[in-house]
C-alpha cells in the first residue's frame, strides 16, 4: 500500500494525516488528532479543550434550597460584551410530594430587573487555573418583566431534570452580548418544594 505523509501545523497541535491508497486504488485520509502539548492528552471536543484551557465555569445552588408554594426563584445572567457565552446545561434536582401542580422552569431574555438580589460565586472547571467567569450570575433577583420566553420546562419531581444536557446532545444557548437572561423556577403547588439548580457554560473568544 504506497502512502504519503503530511503535517499539519495548527495552534498547539501537531495533527499528522496519512494519504494511503487502498486495495481498490481508493484514495484514504487518516487523521491523528494526538496533542504534543502536554504529551500524552487528546482534545476530545470543543467542551473538553474549553475546560483544559480554563475558560468552562458553573454556577449552583451550593446548598438545598426551599422554595415557598406558589412563590417563583429567579437567576439572573448577565452576559458581556465580551467573550461570548456559550450556555452548554440547565439542570434542576426537585424534591415534593403531594403537590396539586407540577413545578415549572423558563430561560427568557432581555427581563426587567430592577434589583439584582445575590450575586453568585462562579467557578472555574479547572481547578487550576486564574481565570474569573465573565458572566455574572445573581440568584432572588426582582423582576417587573421577564422579557422574551425562550424556554419553557415542566420539571420532573423526585429526580434531577437536565432541562439542556450537554452530554448527550450539543445544546447550547450562545448569548447576546451585553445583555441578561432569567432562568425562572416556578412553584405554583400548594406546598414548598426542596431543590438545586445548576448551570455550566463557556466562554468564548473569536
Same mark, same amino acid.
Given at each position: 500500500?504506497?502512502?504519503?505523509?503530511?503535517?499539519?501545523?495548527?495552534?498547539?497541535?501537531?495533527k499528522?494525516?496519512?494519504?494511503?491508497?487502498?486495495?481498490?486504488?481508493? $484514495?484514504?485520509?487518516?487523521?491523528?488528532?494526538y496533542?504534543?502539548?502536554?504529551?500524552?492528552?487528546?482534545?476530545?471536543?470543543?467542551?473538553?479543550?474549553?475546560?483544559?484551557?480554563?475558560?468552562?465555569?458553573?454556577?449552583?445552588? $451550593?446548598?438545598?434550597?426551599?422554595? $415557598?408554594?406558589?412563590?417563583?426563584?429567579?437567576?439572573?445572567?448577565?452576559a +458581556?460584551?465580551?467573550p461570548?457565552?456559550?450556555?452548554?446545561?440547565?439542570s434542576l434536582?426537585i424534591?415534593?410530594?403531594?403537590?396539586?401542580? +407540577?413545578?415549572?422552569?423558563?430561560?427568557?431574555?432581555? +427581563?426587567?430587573?430592577?434589583?439584582?438580589?445575590?450575586?453568585?460565586?462562579?467557578?472555574?472547571?479547572?481547578?487550576?487555573?486564574? $481565570?474569573?467567569?465573565?458572566?455574572?450570575?445573581y440568584?432572588?433577583?426582582?423582576?417587573?418583566?421577564t422579557?422574551?420566553?425562550?424556554?419553557?420546562?415542566?420539571?420532573?419531581?423526585?429526580?434531577?431534570?437536565?432541562?439542556?444536557?450537554?452530554?448527550?446532545? +450539543?445544546?447550547?444557548?450562545v448569548?447576546?452580548?451585553?445583555?441578561?437572561?432569567?432562568?425562572?423556577?416556578?412553584?405554583?403547588?400548594?406546598?414548598?418544594?426542596?431543590m438545586?439548580?445548576?448551570i455550566?457554560?463557556?466562554?468564548?473568544t473569536?
Open positions: 500500500m504506497a502512502t504519503q505523509d503530511i503535517s499539519i501545523w495548527d495552534e498547539s497541535n501537531i499528522a494525516v496519512d494519504v494511503s491508497t487502498d486495495t481498490n486504488s481508493k $484514495n484514504r485520509l487518516m487523521v491523528d488528532a496533542v504534543t502539548t502536554p504529551p500524552g492528552k487528546y482534545v476530545d471536543n470543543e467542551v473538553t479543550a474549553m475546560i483544559e484551557a480554563g475558560k468552562a465555569f458553573t454556577a449552583n445552588s $451550593n446548598a438545598v434550597i426551599t422554595i $415557598n408554594a406558589n412563590t417563583t426563584l429567579y437567576i439572573q445572567l448577565v +458581556p460584551a465580551s461570548e457565552i456559550h450556555l452548554r446545561d440547565i434536582n424534591t415534593k410530594g403531594g403537590a396539586s401542580v +407540577p413545578t415549572n422552569m423558563y430561560l427568557s431574555e432581555a +427581563p426587567t430587573v430592577t434589583a439584582n438580589g445575590t450575586q453568585l460565586t462562579c467557578f472555574n472547571t479547572k481547578r487550576d487555573s486564574t $481565570n474569573t467567569a465573565a458572566m455574572v450570575v440568584s432572588g433577583s426582582t423582576v417587573t418583566n422579557g422574551t420566553r425562550l424556554l419553557a420546562y415542566v420539571t420532573h419531581t423526585d429526580w434531577e431534570t437536565y432541562v439542556s444536557p450537554s452530554y448527550t446532545s +450539543p445544546f447550547k444557548w448569548l447576546k452580548p451585553s445583555t441578561k437572561y432569567l432562568i425562572t423556577i416556578e412553584n405554583p403547588s400548594n406546598q414548598a418544594i426542596s438545586t439548580w445548576f455550566f457554560w463557556l466562554e468564548e473569536h
